[in-house]
Each structure stands twice: as C-alpha cells, then as structure tokens.
C-alpha cells in the first residue's frame, strides 16, 4: 500500500488495482452414485493385476520345471518342457498387451485366458501321470487362488473361472483317460480339495469386491467433500481480498501496498480509513493461526476499527484499540478458540503520526541523517484479556520531508532460505536503508524482490508471503507486520499469511504448525504524484506476502 500527498488537499483517488470477482461454488458431486464410475475403477483393477498375474505366470511356471525334472519320468520332460514353454509364451504375449492397452470391460478377458492356458496344461500333465491318480493335481489349486483371489471380478465371474478350472481337469482327464485304473479315493479328494478351494476363493473375492465398492464410494464421497470445503475456502479467500481498501492516497500522501493471499484463509489484515471528520488512519495486524476462524477474526476486526474510527472524532489510537479488544475478546469467546491478535492503530496528523498496539517494530529512514530508526511498539495483544485500559500507551513520531515509513508483516522476516535462515530484521534493515530514497511504490517492491531473492534459495523454491504498506513525507517506521515510509509520512499495510502468528519482541510461544509469514508497507509524503500499484503473488510455501505502502510529502 502506497500513500502519498501534496501540501495543498487533493481528492481520494482510487489506486488502480487487479479487480477481484466473488462467484457462488458449484458443487459437481453428483447426488446419486453412478454405476459407470465403480465399473470403470473396477476394471482398472483387473487391468493391473491381469498385468501382474502375467508377470507371476512367465516366472513361475517355467520355474516349476525344476519339480519336472525331479518327478517325471525322463521320456516325458521333452514333451512337459514344450508344455511349459507353450504356457510361458502366452502370459508374456498379454503381459505386453495388457500395457499397451487401456482398461476396459473387456479387461477380464485376460485372467479367463490366463486360468484357460495354465489350469489346461496341468491338467494335461495329469492326464500322463495317472491321471485322476496324479498328485499334479496341486497345481489347480494354486490357479484357483491366484487368479479368482487377486481378480476383482465379482461372484459371477470368480464361480465361473473356478467352474473352468474344474472342468478343464475333469474332461481332459475323461477325453485322454489314463491307462491306470482310477482310484474312487484318489478321485474324492482331489475334487475335494479343488472345490473347497474354490469355494473359500469365491468368498474371498466376494467379501473382497464389497470391500473394494465401499472403498471407492466412500473416497469418491470424500472427494466430493473436499472439493465443497476447498471451494468455499476459495470463496472465503476471495471475499476477504476484495475487502482491502482501494485508497491509493490520503490527504498530504500516497499510500502503496501488497497483499498476497495464501492457499488457506489467514488471519492479516491491513486498512486505510478516512473518516467523515477529514481523519485520516492506518491499521495494520495479524491473527494468530490460520484458516476460517482467523480469517473470521480479522473481518470483524476491520468491522470494528471502521466503526469505531468512522462514528466518533479525537480518538486516541489507544482508546480506539480498547473498544476494538472489548469486541474482538468477546467474538472469540463465542467462537470457541483461543486466537489473539497483534495489531497496531495509527492516525496521520499531518507531519506526525500517533500509533499503539503491540505489532512488529516500526521502521523509518530519515533523509536527514539517510538512517534507519527503529520505533518499538508497545502494550499487549488483543483478545488475551478482556479489558486494555491502562496496557496500551500512544507514541507520537514526527515524519520530516523525504522520510519514509516501512510497516510489515513477519512473513517477510521470517522468510528461509534453504539452510533454515530467516531473512531477519537486520537484513530488512539494510534493505531499506539502501533504498529509503525510492518512492513508495518502488520501496515496496524492492523490498519483496529482496525477500523473495533470499527465499529463492530454498530448495524447495519457496517464495516469501506478506503485505505491506508506505507512506512518504519520507518517514518511515516500523510496525508488527509492515513497514511505513514517508517524508512526513504515515502507512498501515498488512497481509494475510494463512499460517503466521503475531510476532512481537514480547511475543508468546509459537504454537507448533505456525509458519512465517509478511508484509512490507511505505508511505512517503510528497508534491509528487507517484503510480500506487496493488498485487498479490502466492508464495511457493503458500505464504502470502504483506501489502507495502509508501507515500510522500514535500
């Protein structure tokens, strides 16, 4: 946010900015559940483990001829070896096929040929090793499990399947019956065991395949939701940036920020009021947390500051935050949370500004000396306790021609670097004391180019997140969460970060979870003209950055 101004009054113009449109979410979740869908994931499933059954028959059952050569007569290894490799053939052929091919109905062709050319030439086997006598039989037994068990093909299907099985033992050990005489005990246990398996293999498949409907319903229910949630967090998101003020100056400045929302609804907040009575004020803060809640906190807080600064006149910034603490407090009591808020409240006074509320430090760079003054800010936080009298205390700076006001927000100090480096003050000191002599709106983006090119080290390409303001009659100094600039200048930016606490150097414990998150703000009062300019740019961490602002009076 950038302020700037003229010595002689000038109208309130509106900064050009990047519109923002607020439309209802459509849910597309369908109220009733499509058959189309399971059948479609269902088949997937068998297109997969067709390809891994195939896989498993290439391997195995040429390794099985180790068990040939260690039982069969050698006059028929010849023969079971051309057996062996007519079925090793066929699943590395629909292995190929099965992955140049896309999933379809026709998907469970595949574990029909696969029972067909396995169980056909074991039972073949058996047909030359005593037939209903032979002990091959075993064999079956694993086609049954493997293929009716890992196929997700219902019980239709996996009856049928087991049904080839058993029929392809039965007649091939009828149509080339063994010179032995069959054995009725021999008989009875072989089909025994091949119908108990199937039978536990069909209950398997059954109860599997109700697992597999129950499971997709309920992650195709839990997408729906979450679709619903993300869109109305969208919505929220979006209501909250078209609530930032459109002020591109103030009376005697002009006003620069940026405010870059996140992924999630966050608690900062910036302002720039100017009341009925001709008064002019600034409001910069950030809710502790993320998320609805905070998101919620910072509306009413806006709510409260505008109408409690717009309905009366003379009010001190101290006494403005106590009537807005006394709301605040009570609204999180009924929300149920334990949220607080750092916020600091200024008031431009022509060539000075008033400010309280613990927020982060205020920075100033003086033409005069080109340096940078650090103005702590005092008191408490809001929504801790229930009444502020006598815990906050006004300061009064004088803002000369050429200086510049920064205020910010943490995101912008507690910007990483990939070795877990914060940007820091220092470094945001430094930054402003090399560019306090831009105007506003160049301050601001130095100031985030800066941030952002420390933060682009990160590995994980981060970028920083924040908002800030400047006013300029080139004053600046420092407040929480952003930065005013201004030569006589006064400015109030702040930005959502999602995730970002108030930071203070009296601060509380982080709670665990709780990224950094900032903004930077000049104001900068001057004769000039300056372009305002508002943006926002996600973070690559999914911070947001501050709005900036800087105006100017000379």
Known sequence: MAVTGSETPERIGIGASTPVAVSPVHDESAEGRDPQELRSYINDLA????????????????????????????DLLGRFALFRGLATIVPVVQFFILRSTKPSNRSLIHGYLLTFVIAGVIALMTTYLGGFNSPYYAGLNLVIIAIVVLLPWGLAHSVANSALVLGLY???NLLIPSPEP???????????????????????????????????????????????????????????????PRVDRVPGYRVAARMLPTAEVGGDYYDILQTAAGETWLAIGDVSGHGVASGLIMMMT???ISATVDHT?????????????????????????DRYMSLCVARLDGPRMTFAGKHQDVLIWRSATRSVETVPTTGTWLGIVDDLAGKLSDQTVEIAEGDAILLFTDGITEAMNAAGEMFGHDRLTSVLQKNGQLEAEQLVLAVLAEVEGFQAKQADGARPGGA?????????????????????????????AGSREPRSRDRLPRRPGHG??????????TTQNPPAHRGATPSRRGTTRRPAARARRR
């Open 47 to 74: 297109h997969r483990w067709s390809m891994t059954l195939s896989a498993i028959a290439f391997t195995l059952v040429p390794a099985f001829f180790l068990l040939d050569f260690m039982v069969v007569p050698l």
């Open 170 to 172: 039965v007649g091939l």
């Open 516 to 525: 950094p998150g900032g903004g930077v703000a000049d104001a900068r009062r």
């Open 182 to 244: 069959v054995r009725r005990e021999a008989l009875f246990n072989n089909l025994y065991f091949l119908i108990a398996t199937a039978v536990i293999a069909v209950a398997i498949n059954v109860v599997k395949q109700r697992l597999i409907a129950q499971e997709f319903w309920g992650r195709s229910k839990l997408s729906s939701a979450r679709d619903a949630l993300w869109g109305e967090m969208e919505l929220a998101k979006r209501i909250q940036t078209a609530l930032l």
């Open 302 to 304: 806006q709510t409260s």
């Open 468 to 496: 800030g303001s400047a006013a300029q009659r080139r004053c600046q100094r420092p407040s929480g969460r952003g930065a005013l600039r201004g030569r006589r200048s006064a400015v109030a930016p702040s930005a959502d």
């Open 313 to 337: 006149t003379g009010y001190m910034p101290s006494r403005v935050l106590e009537l807005v603490n006394s709301v605040v407090k009570q609204n999180i009591s009924r929300l149920r949370t």
